[in-house]
């Protein structure tokens, strides 16, 4: 079975850095798509970065363009975040997910290409709190 624990949620202040895991077992990271979502209370999950191995590619929503960073580790079998220059609408919980492809979805506008996950049935882990106060 798919599972996710992910780690490493901590309060930090806006403009700071903080790396959150994401330990996936069921399935190898070096073969799917995975990802990065978040959600905050009253609002949709939304997938803020994903990293593809069909191709290697990488891509993030708009708002975490340019300061977020997703990694994998196949030999460990673990998805990363590093965040940085963080602001407080970053706060949410953070979930890791699989996609059933090996590329990312994403979509361009005016030239710059967002992660935009498409609708399918993901398991989720418990998350991790990332808070960002001034």
């Known amino acids: 079975d798919v599972e996710f624990v992910e780690s490493g949620g901590d309060l930090v202040q806006v403009g700071g850095s903080l790396r959150i895991s994401c330990q996936a077992s069921?399935?190898?990271?070096?073969?799917?798509?995975v990802a990065w979502f978040r959600q905050v209370p009253g609002k949709e999950r939304e997938g803020v970065a994903c990293?593809?191995?069909?191709?290697?590619?990488?891509f993030y929503s708009k708002s975490a363009q340019d300061r977020f960073t997703i990694s994998i580790d196949k030999a460990t079998n673990v998805v990363n975040l590093q965040m940085n220059n963080l602001k407080s609408e970053d706060t949410a919980v953070y979930y890791c997910?699989?996609?059933?492809?090996?590329?990312?979805?994403?979509?361009?506008?005016?030239?710059?290409?967002?992660?935009?996950?498409?609708?399918?049935?993901?398991?989720w882990g418990q998350g991790t709190q990332v808070t960002v106060s001034s």
């Open positions: 997910g699989k996609s059933r492809a090996r590329a990312c979805a994403f979509i361009g506008v005016n030239g710059h290409f967002y992660y935009s996950p498409k609708t399918e049935q993901r398991t």
């Open positions: 069921g399935f190898s990271v070096g073969d799917y798509a």
């Open positions: 990293f593809g191995p069909g191709d290697g590619q990488s």
